[in-house]
């Protein structure tokens, strides 16, 4: 069985966890860090010694952290294709636009953004900062856009661990009170996400206790 290490409103827990609820995996998860505390342990620091979530151990495996890698391991280990190709070449394809997404969508999305519109107190916010990460986000947004004219998931014809590093972030993409671009393709893209029942359970949770 899976142990997770992490609280269910972590946007990295929610990627793993939505992964895990893909492959049909059996888990148990105890909620770490933010107000659940428990994350600065030696315990804890002796598993990642960064003090972050998510963490995982595999049965009596070794523990492992940074979410990307927990997904690649367990799509490698338990995982097939379409979802993570066997050929070399085409998990190269998924591979890619899973970095591209962390990177790019990820990175340019929850501190920039999230964190100033959620866990910002209004009058400390720099609105003209978060327009701008808005605009630089919508610009790779377009490029996301531009595959899902082409294609239903950002890798191809078929859901892959690409569209869990990429999806995960857009229930709040589309919760949160900012100005959205008209993204049709994207939009409908999202609406095929939540007819997933394991991205409505691990992903559209509450982030209440993150706001300001």
């Known amino acids: 069985m899976l ?24 888990f148990q998860r105890d909620d770490v860090g933010h107000k659940f505390g428990g994350n600065d342990t030696a315990e804890f620091l002796a598993m990642n010694p960064n003090g972050l979530v998510p963490v995982l151990r595999d049965g009596d495996g070794a523990p492992l952290f940074e979410t990307a890698a927990i997904l690649r391991y367990l799509a490698a280990r338990y995982g097939d294709a379409p979802f993570w190709p066997q050929d070399v070449t085409q998990r190269a394809t998924v591979d890619m636009w899973a970095e591209w997404a962390k990177i790019n969508i990820a990175l340019g999305f929850t501190a920039p953004i999230f964190w100033q519109v959620v866990r910002t107190p209004q009058a400390q916010r720099d609105n003209a900062a978060i327009a701008r990460a808005l605009a630089q986000l919508t610009r790779f947004l377009r490029i996301a856009e531009a595959r899902l004219e082409q294609h239903p998931w950002l890798a191809g014809n078929d859901f892959t661990l690409a569209d869990i590093q990429f999806g995960h972030l857009l229930y709040r993409y589309y919760d949160i009170d900012i100005e959205r671009a008209d993204l049709p393709q994207l939009a409908a893209y999202y609406q095929r996400l939540q007819q997933r029942p ?7 949770v509450s982030y209440q206790e993150l706001r300001a």
């Open 3 to 26: 142990k997770v290490w992490g609280r269910k409103a972590s946007s990295n827990v929610q990627a793993l966890m939505w992964g895990i609820g893909e492959l049909g995996l059996d």
């Open 198 to 204: 394991a991205y409505v359970e691990h992903v559209m």
